[in-house]
């Protein structure tokens, strides 16, 4: 089945410094992808998306570029601000499904320090 | 505003009990969805309903039931058959899926823990 990878373990950096946060996939059919963020205590906000190859969705400084050879939507930032720290989702939906499920990765913990 | 709300935020159970969470959406959507968060688990979807009257099982769906009786609620009954009920429950809505991805709102989430 269609599945989501993200890298291993929180992230801590200091302000001003880039971000990256891994993303690989798994699907059978042409998912469209995209990024969730979460603050402390809330629900899910979509941040960016992506519905093809090369697309690249940006907002809020963060971007993430939809690369179907090596099957990646790996999320950066130039220079990263306190307010960033939430948990960050990769998620993909195959709508090969007709159904609009989407299937998320585990989340990494961003923490950044002023 | 419209948006979606689930009540209440927080919820402690003792083992045994059935307890049903909230969540209504105001934002005319057709789908909706519930998910389990788990820590460095990410979210896992329980059950979706992209129609009133009618709902799907999603990946871990034992130990749950929902109800669609209305377009604007979708509520959750964690039962007492669910084993590791302590979570954090995610709803979400959205406009429903034809042939391409209709994005989902998601509401504040309910923290339930079983005493």
């Known amino acids: 089945g269609d599945s989501v990878t993200q890298m291993e373990g929180p992230v801590t950096l200091s302000e001003e410094a880039f971000l990256t946060i891994n993303c690989t996939y798994t699907?059978?059919?042409?998912?469209?992808l995209f990024w969730y963020v979460q603050y402390p205590g809330e629900g899910l906000q979509l941040l960016l998306k992506?519905?093809?190859?090369?697309d690249k969705g940006s907002n809020k400084g963060f971007e993430a570029t939809y690369r179907k050879e090596t099957t990646s939507f790996h999320l950066e930032k130039g220079s990263v601000q306190v307010s960033d720290s939430a948990v960050y989702f990769c998620?993909?939906?195959?709508?090969?499904?007709?159904?609009?499920?989407?299937?998320f990765g585990k989340g990494n913990q961003v923490v950044v320090i002023p | 505003d419209g948006g979606i709300t689930q009540s209440p935020k927080y919820l402690f159970r003792k083992e045994g009990q059935n307890v049903t969470l909230s969540c209504e959406q105001n934002?005319?959507?057709?789908?909706m969805y519930w998910y389990r968060q788990d820590p460095g688990q990410g979210l896992r979807l329980i059950y979706y309903?992209?129609?009133?009257?009618?709902?799907q099982k999603g990946d871990i769906a034992e130990g749950y039931s929902v109800s669609r009786e209305k377009k604007e609620s979708f509520p959750l009954t964690v039962t007492s058959a669910q084993k590791n009920p302590t979570a954090f429950y995610l709803c979400?809505?959205?406009?429903?899926?034809?042939?391409?991805?209709?994005?989902?709102?998601f509401g504040p989430g309910t923290r339930l823990t079983v005493l």
């Open positions: 699907a059978t059919g042409y998912p469209s």
């Open positions: 309903s992209q129609i009133v009257n009618d709902f």
């Open positions: 934002l005319n959507h057709d789908a």
């Open positions: 992506a519905t093809k190859a090369d």
């Open positions: 998620a993909l939906s195959d709508q090969g499904y007709g159904n609009n499920r989407l299937a």
């Open positions: 979400a809505s959205s406009i429903r899926g034809q042939g391409t991805y209709n994005e989902q709102f």
